[in-house]
């Protein structure tokens, strides 16, 4: 009788076990950029209840904000200044009351990226660029991180010229590049990125 309880013990560990694998699964990370330069103030986003918090990328005035997302997409909402006003997709926050950015949350390698840039519109509160899709950039930059890793402030230049390489902003490739490659014109002993030419 304890074999068979045992046995069936054991079975219901392994599917629960199983259960909890398939949740995971179905949830992946959201990863937003924003320039705080863009905002009059710095942006806050949320998910769900969740205030999330901010890293600083060591380029300019790039921040990246990330969340765990059940599920296929995430619901942010978000409290910003631009151009003198508050906008806001949370009842009573703002004097401009906008609608909540979804965000898809479908790649579970944790690709997940977006740049978003505040439009003024309440309707339609960002630019949303999908830092995900690579058709319009550079295939071999949208793999794993190919750069020297030594320090961090200096690293992450060239980390920032992956992600825009991968996503196809030019502009963004010239920026950050452009911060790396003054760190090598004062120290000769910095290596290349090999995501800038």
């Known amino acids: 009788m304890n074999k068979?309880?045992?046995?069936?013990?054991l079975l219901v560990c392994v599917l629960l076990s199983l259960t909890a694998c398939e949740k995971d699964e179905d949830s992946g990370k959201v990863i937003i950029y924003a320039d705080?330069?863009?905002f009059d103030s710095p942006p806050e986003f949320f998910h769900g209840e969740?205030?999330?918090?901010?890293?600083?990328?060591?380029i300019d005035a790039l921040y990246s904000y990330t969340t765990s997302v059940e599920g296929k997409n995430a619901a942010i909402d978000y409290t910003y200044d631009f151009n003198g006003e508050r906008f806001s997709s949370q009842a009573g926050e703002a004097n401009v009351q906008g609608a909540k950015v979804i965000l898809s949350a479908n790649d579970k390698s944790g690709r997940n990226?977006?740049?978003?840039?505040?439009?003024?519109?309440?309707?339609d509160p960002f630019l949303v660029f999908d830092l995900n899709e690579d058709n319009e950039g550079s295939g071999d930059a949208c793999g794993d991180y190919a750069g020297?890793?030594?320090n961090i402030q200096i690293d992450s230049q060239c980390k920032t010229a992956q992600l825009?390489?991968?996503a196809g902003n030019a502009d963004g490739v010239t920026v950050a590049c452009g911060l790396y490659k003054q760190y090598q014109a004062e120290d000769s002993n910095i290596p290349n990125c090999?995501?800038?030419?």
Do not use: I, Q, V
């Open 194 to 197: 090999p995501y800038c030419n």
């Open 36 to 38: 705080h330069d863009m």
């Open 4 to 9: 068979k309880l045992n046995s069936c013990l």
């Open 148 to 150: 020297p890793e030594f």
């Open 50 to 58: 969740k205030s999330l918090s901010s890293e600083y990328l060591g």
């Open 113 to 123: 990226a977006y740049e978003l840039r505040p439009t003024g519109d309440p309707d």
């Open 164 to 166: 825009y390489l991968c």
